[in-house]
């Protein structure tokens, strides 16, 4: 019993890692039904978000309130990986609506130019541009309406854009003087070091239950919770939905259809940014980190029925329970009597990798069964 749910809890801990990741693309994949490539670069850019901020609260300054830096880094990532999904959905996306194949090979073009600009941009640089993009998007939302009406609209857009390049320059500087680490480009990865009260484990039933796993699975169901209520209760989320089932009709009744995209895009992207903060808890950070999640990604997506969150949830934790039961040997010490056949299939698919490979096999074989996933599209959502 107590083997049982030490794997039941590893798998949710695995499962919500993965749901975390795959929570915003089940949004942009599922809802809009853009193939975006890039979804794991913009966890890479959470995840090195949580690495800045860490930095910045060992500042003499920010020193006594260190451990509160994962609370500032998580709307921080949500709001950084948001900007850069929108300023992608902005300029490639919106132009390849409708095209599948050309905005999949786009986005594995962004994927490598993110990659590489973490890799040769120093990170007090980078950080500026990324102020740059928050401010410049963000003012205009912010600021009077009346601002931007008539004449004086353009004038009052580039006075915004000016302010925002010259804060961004400001950070730059500032972080470059005094935080020499992130004022050199890193291509190798980076530690994250989790704050005292994420640290150690809880003991319950003779099993530990690591904090930062704990503290991932929180966050998971907040998330998860959130965007459930913002889909199905808010007006956004109405509009969405709506946007989702019938487009021309949700634009002859006035909804702003290109408004609903770069919203929903903002959103799918900024969770892609909270999972990053959640990887970067885990392990360390390099620029090809986004890459170990996005194949896990859109089997999730696929596994739980395309647009389903419920689905996306299921799939989750069955991957990642799977992923455990079969990666760590606890099949084997469950069922000792297992045939000598499959025992020898088991144990020479008793390593994380190769767990990973079976897991992905089931995942074809099922959906030859049922290729709509565990949870099918009904109605318009099929039509659409």
């Known amino acids: 019993m107590q083997l ?3 794997s039941l809890f590893n798998g949710v801990a695995i499962g919500s890692v993965l749901l975390m990741a795959a929570l915003g693309l089940a949004i942009v994949f599922g809802l809009m039904g853009v193939i975006n490539l890039a979804h794991g670069e913009l966890i890479m850019l959470g995840a090195y978000t949580t690495y800045v901020v860490q930095l910045i609260f060992k500042l003499p300054v920010l020193q006594p309130v260190y451990n509160a830096y994962v609370l500032v880094a998580l709307p921080l990532a949500f709001i950084v990986s948001g900007v ?8 490639v996306i919106r132009r390849l609506y409708g095209n599948p194949l050309e905005t999949l090979l786009a986005t594995w073009g962004v994927s490598l130019i993110l990659q590489q600009f973490v890799r040769s941009v120093p990170l007090a640089h980078a950080a500026g541009l990324i102020l740059a993009l928050v401010l410049g998007f963000g003012l205009p939302v912010i600021l009077p309406q009346r601002l931007f009406d008539g004449a004086k609209a353009r004038f009052v857009r580039a006075g ?9 320059v400001l950070l730059a500087g500032g972080l470059a003087s005094q935080i020499s680490r992130i004022a050199r480009a890193t291509s190798r990865n980076v530690d994250v070091t989790a704050p005292k009260w994420m640290r150690g484990g809880m003991e319950w039933m003779d099993i530990t239950f690591p904090v930062p796993r704990l503290v991932i699975i929180v966050i998971t169901i907040v998330a998860v919770v959130g965007v459930t209520w913002f889909l199905n209760k808010s007006v956004w989320g109405m509009r969405i939905r709506a946007v989702t089932q019938n487009r021309a009709m949700s634009d002859c009744l006035g909804i702003p259809t290109q408004t609903v995209d770069v919203l929903t895009f903002g959103i799918g992207s900024g969770l892609a940014g909270v999972a990053g903060v959640a990887v970067s808890l885990l392990g360390s950070v390099g620029p090809n980190v986004g890459g170990s999640y996005i194949v896990g990604c859109f089997m999730v997506v696929v596994l739980g029925g395309v647009g389903n969150l419920l689905g996306t949830v299921l799939a989750s934790f069955a991957i990642g329970w799977l992923t455990d039961l079969i990666g760590a040997g606890r099949l084997l010490t469950m069922w000792p009597d297992m045939p000598s056949p499959l025992a020898a299939a088991v144990e020479f698919f008793a390593t994380t990798s190769m767990a990973q490979v079976m897991v992905f096999a089931l ?22």
């Not at 850069?84 to 300029?91: D, F, N």
């Not at 915004?160 to 961004?168: D, Q, R």
């Not at 995942?363 to 659409?384: D, H, S, T, W, Y």
Request: aromatic share 12%.
């Open 363 to 384: 995942i074809v074989v099922f959906l030859q069964f049922r290729p709509a996933g565990l949870f099918p599209q009904k109605g318009r959502m099929v039509e659409a």
């Open 84 to 91: 850069v999904g929108i300023l992608l959905e902005r300029t």
């Open 4 to 6: 049982l749910f030490e």
């Open 160 to 168: 915004s854009w000016a302010v925002s390049a010259l804060a961004g």
